[in-house]
Each structure stands twice: as C-alpha cells, then as structure tokens.
C-alpha cells in the first residue's frame, strides 16, 4: 500500500475514528485504526465491539492495501507532523512508514484481515435529519440517562419516529427529559440507543461539515451516516418504561421565570446545598416572587426572583443538579414551571416552543 495525502485531513479523521477505539480492551487488535484504501479514497476504521466509526478521506493512492497500525501511537505522530502531504507505505510484513517533510517514522503494523468487520446494517429505510437538529435533540436529552447500570435500558435514550416527528427522550429514574423534532418520514420506528453512543455522535458531528445525517436501524444496530463518516452501534435491549404515563396532563401552579435568572440563583443556592447531603434546595413560591433557599450546618442563603404566577402558592424542595442541568441546556429566555403538589413532579417547558418538556421529582421536606 502506498498513498499521499494531507496531514490536516488525516489528523482530523484519526481524531474520529479514535472515539470509537478503547484502550481498555484485551484484544490487542482493537486498540488499533485499519486502514485501508477504497479507491482514490483512504478509510479509517475503529471499533471496542459496541460502537464503530468509520471515516473516508480523499487521499492520492499509488498501489492499494490495508493494515491496522496503533491508534495512540498513529494519532500522536500525525498530529505532531507539520501541515503538508503526508507519504504513507506500508510493506508485505505490515510495517508502516511515514514520510512528511523532514521526518520519517515507521511503525510495525498488524494484518488487516484480523481485524473485526464492521456489522452491515442496510440503508433502505433510512431517516434523514439535519445534523444541528440532531446535535440538538442528543445535547437536550443525552444527560438525563442513568449512570448505573442497574437498569441497563435507562442507560440509553430512546428515539421514537412516526408520523413526522422524532423524540428522543432519557430518564433515570429522578427526572425525565423529552425533545421532539420535526423529519419527513411516512412509517415508524423506536429503539433505544446507548448514551455513550449519542455522547461521541455529538462530538463527530461538532467536529464535522453540517449537512444531513440518515439513520438507519437493523433489530440490534443503528447506523448514522454523514457524507463522510458512518457510525455504527448496538442497541439497548429490553422495554424501556411509558414514559407518556409519567407526564401529568394538569397543574395548579404555574409560574413563568427568565431562565437565566433562575439558573443564576439555583447556582448560588447550590453552593450551600452541596455541602449537605441530597444537594436539597427549597422553592416558595407565592404572589409575584420566588424565594430559593438552602440549609446546610455551615450556613445558609436566601434568593428572591420576580415572576408570574398563575394558580395556588407552593413549598417544594428539589435537588438543585437536576435543576441546573435542564437549565443549562436550554435555549429559551423564558420558562413555565408547572407544579401539581409538592410531592409531584415538577414539569419545565420553554415558553416559546412545546418541543421540549423536562420532568424532575421533588424532594420530601421535613415536616
């Protein structure tokens, strides 16, 4: 094999392919790229079984081949190399040598054909959504799925298309975040993707061109595909919980807040509240103000915001991170907080669109 392309684009694809490579595997095999050209085109390939990436670069290629090289060790030297054509050739026992400029590497490679292909997941139903809706709808909800894996299918998110619409919605068993969008589709589909997957998608297509991404779904794989690169993953098995039942259809108190200003208070209040045990913070909420506060044995603060209220006066405690993470990744000036009782779930809505709703439980008060 013998190719010549640019270290820019080759530094920019190893970055890629690498978020789907770990380091932590007992397979030696995987913790390295294949390479192999298609073509007037070099693919990088990199997988750990669950998730796979593979990226396709414009490359000059003299004589065709393929090789799987060390993907710490590749990605370190080709970022270090100037900007200019990079020589790649690699020889019949699977040495690589690069050339660019003035230095010269050459790094002991492994077989190609060892290297565990890539699942086929076929493309005839595919959905397209623009890229910036789907980074999106995956920063909107990717962070309210479970950590733990005591409950596998929480750890994923789960995406919904029929009739026009796509959701996405993730829970942990705390709160619920749901984001609809809108794609051209005329038949339904609904898996649950792991979070992990969804977390390196969003970082690929920040670091990509915008455009149109497809998806595609088998009964135990789901492909996203860009112009250039194709990201392959398991899906999560097992029923994930109706989360339409969760949802409360009323309320009796509606208060309408700038968001920035609830996000503000929420973090200072939290600088107390997280010196407690269960990062416990306390709304009161009556007439035209919202006071926030927070007990801990080293202190105390106190928080007034202006709002609107509509409906009955509350008392209800939150754990103020489930309240900052929803706040962060919202992109409306204004919200409603919809309460029922003060043990029931507290619904936040942007005031300016219905395509998101986040649910967050309280916390019991003392007394």
């Not at 095999?29 to 085109?41: A, P, V, Y």
């Not at 090289?69 to 690699?90: F, H, M, N, T, Y």
């Not at 919904?160 to 589909?189: C, F, H, P, W």
């Not at 789901?222 to 339409?244: C, D, M, P």
Request: aromatic share 6%.
């Amino acid at each position: 094999m013998k190719l010549r392309c640019s270290q820019k684009n080759l530094a920019s694809s190893i970055n890629i392919v690498q978020k789907a490579v770990s380091m932590k595997t007992t397979l030696p095999i995987l913790k390295g790229i294949l390479f192999e050209t298609c073509g007037q085109t070099l693919k990088l390939v990199g997988t750990d079984l669950e998730i796979g990436v593979e990226h396709h670069i414009n490359a000059e290629v003299l004589s065709q081949g393929a090789v799987v090289i060390s993907s710490r060790l590749l990605g370190d030297i080709i970022r270090k190399l100037p900007e200019a054509d990079v020589e790649i050739e690699v020889d019949a026992l699977n040495n690589m040598t690069i050339r660019c400029e003035n230095s010269e590497f050459t790094l002991v490679g492994q077989p190609a054909i060892e290297f565990p292909e890539l699942p086929l997941v076929e493309e005839d139903h595919a959905y397209e959504i623009p890229q910036d809706l789907l980074k999106n709808m995956i920063r909107q909800t990717v962070f309210a799925t479970a950590l733990d894996e005591t409950r596998p299918i929480l750890t994923g998110v789960l995406m919904e298309m029929q009739e026009g619409v796509i959701n996405m919605v993730a829970l942990d068993g705390y709160r619920l975040s749901l984001r609809q969008g809108n794609i051209k589709t005329s038949y339904s589909n609904r898996a649950v993707v792991p979070g992990k997957t969804l977390n390196e998608i969003y970082r690929i297509l920040s670091e990509g061109e915008d455009g149109k991404v497809e998806i595609s779904f088998t009964d135990k794989h789901v492909l996203f595909q860009t112009a250039s690169t194709k990201i392959i993953s398991r899906l999560l098995e097992g029923e994930f919980i109706n989360y339409r039942q969760i949802i409360p259809k009323e309320f009796k108190s509606r208060v309408k807040v700038k968001t920035k200003d609830l996000l503000d208070s929420i973090e200072r209040a939290s600088l107390l509240a997280r010196e407690g045990k269960n990062n416990l913070i306390k709304f009161s909420i009556k007439d035209e103000f919202m006071t926030i506060t927070s007990n801990a044995e080293i202190g105390r603060v106190f928080e007034n915001l202006r709002i609107e209220l509509e409906g009955d006066d509350i008392d209800i405690g939150f754990n103020s991170k489930y309240f900052l993470d929803a706040l962060k990744i919202l992109d409306s000036e204004e919200i409603y907080l919809n309460f029922t009782t003060n043990v029931s779930p507290c619904i936040v809505k942007p005031t300016d669109t219905n395509n998101y709703t986040y649910l967050v439980l309280p916390v019991r008060l003392a007394g």
